[in-house]
Nanobody, 125 residues
Framework: QVQLVESGGGLVQAGGSLRLSCAAS????????MGWFRQAPGKEREFVAA????????YYADSVKGRFTISRDNAKNTVYLQMNSLKPEDTAVYYC??????????????????WGQGTQVTVSS
């Protein structure tokens, strides 16, 4: 069982930056692939980024590639999402997710076993 708690969301102007954190409970955090998803009002939850348990494999949605960076610190049981050059269309609730997976980090919602409660990111124009 893994519990996930996101933090770091807020209001930022377009072009600004935020760093989201997701703290995980449990001693087996290092076994989990981790992902970030987001959901804007009236839209489906969509994939943003994913990272393997070692941190050696990362994937990004095309819409955030080159602007967002996912990373993890297994000693701190934490995964991060550094978001730069933010745009109004990045406004959404951001969720982190965990998958008990020692291989390729998944990019689909149904593949993840555990979810956080989400943190709001609002980008003003």
């Amino acid at each position: 069982q893994v519990q996930l708690v996101e933090s770091g969301g807020g209001l930022v102007q377009a072009g600004g930056s935020l760093r989201l954190s997701c703290a995980a409970s449990g001693r087996t955090f290092r076994r989990y692939a981790m992902g970030w998803f987001r959901q804007a009002p009236g839209k489906e939850r969509e994939f943003v980024a994913a990272i393997s348990w070692t941190g050696g494999i990362t994937y990004y949605a095309d819409s955030v590639k080159g602007r967002f960076t996912i990373s993890r610190d297994n000693a701190k049981n934490t995964v991060y999402l550094q978001m730069n050059s933010l745009k109004p269309e990045d406004t959404a609730v951001y969720y982190c997710a965990a998958d008990d997976n020692l291989g390729t980090p998944p990019r689909f919602r149904y593949q993840y076993d555990y979810w956080g409660q989400g943190t709001q990111v609002t980008v003003s124009s």
